[in-house]
């Protein structure tokens, strides 16, 4: 058995969070390939909540294409969207995010560290800053 591992940043802001986090996967050998993937895979995810003005802006799916998911400053685009539910099946949160492992992207699976990752971190902050500034 082994353990799987798994690095989270978080920052809070009113009504909502963005968290930037990073795992790994091992590296597959594909001879031939110029450019080799790495193994970090990083990813940006925003939690909206209820008391924050975005949260009316979704239509109750996970539809990541939707206006309130496509219209936040994102990498690529949203590339996940999920509703998180209490016990009683109200929805709590929105968690949409972009993931860095897209084409032309593979420069982000090579980045172990905060420090070499700096671009996801700065796309992090842009994101709570249009969050803070929508609130």
Not at 70 to 84: A, I, M, V
Not at 86 to 113: I, M, P, R
């Amino acid at each position: 058995m082994t353990w799987d591992h798994k690095d989270l940043w978080r920052m809070n802001g009113p009504n909502f969070m963005v968290e930037v986090s990073r795992h790994s996967v091992p590296v597959r050998d594909e001879g031939g390939c110029y450019d080799s993937e790495g193994p970090h895979r990083w990813c940006v995810y925003a939690y909206i909540y209820p008391k924050h003005p975005h949260f009316a802006r979704f239509n109750g799916t996970e539809e990541m294409w939707q206006e309130a998911a496509s219209c936040l400053p994102l990498h690529g685009g949203p590339s996940f969207c999920r509703k998180h539910l209490n016990a009683k099946g109200e929805v709590t949160s929105y968690q949409v995010g972009a993931d860095y492992h897209h084409l032309h992207d593979w420069f982000f699976t090579q980045h172990a560290t905060k420090q070499e990752a700096a671009v996801v971190f700065s796309n992090a902050e842009e994101l709570h800053q249009w969050l803070k500034d929508a609130a």
